[in-house]
């Protein structure tokens, strides 16, 4: 298969507008002839819904929630970044442009990037129109701040509640959109696989998770924002809902899944306390502007942390990296934890934490004005624990948080398969091998408000389809495989839950898959998984029936769409010789322990290809060509 | 610890409903309210019997989905915390727990502890929003915004749509997730235009979905995970009544 990205040609910074230009419409009074299903209402999805439907679509839209407003988009806390360059401070779409691609460790194709930087003002202006309350200065404009280490100050934010309310802008559109009767949707309905009628995205199979009814919704062209794959490790700080079926059904429809290996692991969560631990939480990582994170000299030091004295403690970021000390970016500061806690000088009950500490900063500015910067944070933080941070260091330990790999797509953000378009987390165009801090709300809502709207109108208008039934065989057929598989959960009658298995699953895959990957681990990964899956199939326990609400039945499905795309995780970061951003090879390091890059062999996106279960799937390549921003090593020494 | 749980279950929205005990031995401390919840799921699936639905999703107190009443409070003992953030290390060994749905007509009982919110999503659908097409926005900083307001807009804007608010309510009101939505639009320059029709459709549709009225008795407000003001309410009061006498 050859991945045609359709990357237009020219100058970087005119390559979209010739897109836009080159690109077909739809008249305005043919678009209320073809109909769009959107899987998905979070920033991407929510947002293309609406806009799709301001511009006239018949549109589907779909969630596993109760209502478009809960999708995890809205657990976002830090902010969204714009190159407004409000600040006066250097700031320009060039450079957001070049901050992403150096930040993504040099595996993001440059132009998708590009767009990404150009559109992100239009999204501020969009935002603030809808009504976002984003932060203010006292005359009235808006305020950004510094994130994640970026030079400039380029992020807008709403308190510590940015993803919740630009979430709630593209809900309300939506709703305004529904409303209308321009929008039909379909919330507590998850989406269970993808019709493919000659060769192109023609609907979906869904089932209404309330009664358990089975329906086929069929359109002119399927959009998927259904997030990303973090769950596969259980643990993470990802909803409890978020799963990868919608993209992994895609997957074995024939879309090319790509980087899958591409994970991102948090430096800043609270740590796992019990056995019993369902998710991990978040604490902004903000925090660390102003907290110094350490762990003590000697192994097993089990003094509490004010019994130390100064002489015996490990600012280990500080002593490693001197310029950038504790703002090192997430995969570096996430390694150097790992580390640590590896020459068992973690602290807390289960020796998987290090100390984040404010008394310094309390010190120096007072605990009025560190309330003011985090006292949200800081509740949250004592609410979880029962510690008051105030007063003894916050324990932190890194946890999965995001995931760079998705399904492949063009520039067009279309996957391999005709008419299915994949955007947001769900896709992995922007990223590379790592997200910097305030992207992901970006490319969600550059996705959905500004580019798939556009290219899916040039899609329609040339794709020439044919009106197809619910009685079409490949209808007949998925609906029929959905059904079985349902029944297949049902009837396993064994003893344990699809949580048991999730958890045990999820496991290896942090062990062998997560902060550092070797070739033997992974390898034993690959052994472990597949035999862990054979139990699932032959123990697992789903009381109930399929129709009626049964989160049971639901968990399974997920659950057994993990164990497939697990293993394709670690084939692919077996395969990929190299150390690159979230991907961290053991065997590829430089002596100081950091990651080494292999431009001359994996220069490129790989594009996992289903070929039938059991059977090892394809590795396709797109190779990346680096024309603006030149491959450097990046140095935080 | 040890705990006495007495859980609402129903099987569906036909049937009647009843409250079932279960003993809960070892229980941590640190385990969050939905955690114990879990473990008691796991408990009741090694001994075949269906596990108690409850929604949840997000576990970090922002999503909105979780919720049901303990020992006849919304969200449960702490202030401004959802049953997600609740942790157990608020019980003591021996308590006797009471779980039920939000209870109101306008929110038909799905399956145990879940229930059919759709009548909030509507009433956002009525009119919460500010018509304005992907596209045609002016510059952001185009419209300054007194900070005041904005931070003002931005406490309304909070609500996380989960309904305790109506479940407090002896009237099964939804006065303070309706004020809070058109408090924050009628707050901010740019919900100026529709300002007058935003509240009076709004209104208009929480009523027509069976919410009672509003007696200024203030249970919402004070089980409310986001502590949304009760001065929302009185802010939509004015907003409807100078509506109101325009539009006569």
Redesign the interface.
Known sequence: MQLNSRIPSGPIEQRWDKCRFEMKLVNPANKRKFSVIVVGTGLAGGAAAATLAELGYNVKCFCFQDSPRRAHSIAAQGGINAAKNYQNDGDSIYRLFYDTVKGGDFRARESNVYRLAQVSVNIIDQCVAQGVPFAREYGGVLANRSFGGAQVSRTFYARGQTGQQLLLGAYQALERQIGAGRVAMFPRTEMLDLIVVDGRARGIITRDLMTGKIETHLADAVVLGTGGYGNVFFLSTNAKGSNCTAIWRAYKRGALFANPCFTQIHPTCIPVSGDYQSKLTLMSESLRNDGRIWVPVKKGDTRSPEQIPESERDYYLERRYPSFGNLVPRDVASRAAKGVCDEGRGVGGTGLGVYLDFSDSIRRLGEGAIRERYGNLFEMYERITGEDPYKVPMRIFPAIHYTMGGLWVDYHLMSTIPGLFVIGEANFSDHGANRLGASALMQGLADGYFVLPYTIGDYLANAKLHKVGGDHPACREADASVRERLKGFLSIGGKRSADSFHRELGKIVWDECGMARNADGLGKALEAIPALREEFWSNLAVPGTGEELNQQLEKAGRVADYFELAELMCLDALTREESCGGHFREEHQTPEGEAMRDDDKFCHAAAWEYKGDGAKPERHIEHLEFEYVKPSQRSYK | MKLTLHVWRQ??SQDSGRMVRYELADV?????F??ML??L??QL??K????V?F???????????CGFVINGVAHGP?RG?TVC?L?M?HYHDGDELYLEPWRAAAFPV??DL?V???A???I???G??????????????A?????GN??M??DA??C??CGACVAACPNASASLFTAAKVS??NL?P??QPEKADRVLKMVVQANEELFGSCTNIGECTSVCPKGIPLEMIARMNRDYLSAALVRR
């Open positions: 099987r569906s941590n401390p640190d385990m969050s939905l955690e879990d473990v799921n796991e699936l090694s075949g019997e269906e596990p639905a929604d949840h999703d997000c576990r970090e107190g922002i999503c909105g989905s702490q915390t953030q942790h290390r799905v399956k879940v059919d919110r759709g909030l999503d509507r956002i659908a009525a919460g929003f500010i018509s304005v097409q992907t596209g045609a926005a002016p510059d952001g900083n419209i300054p915004v007194p900070k904005a931070d807009a931005m804007a909070q996380i749509g924050h639009l901010l740019q919900g």
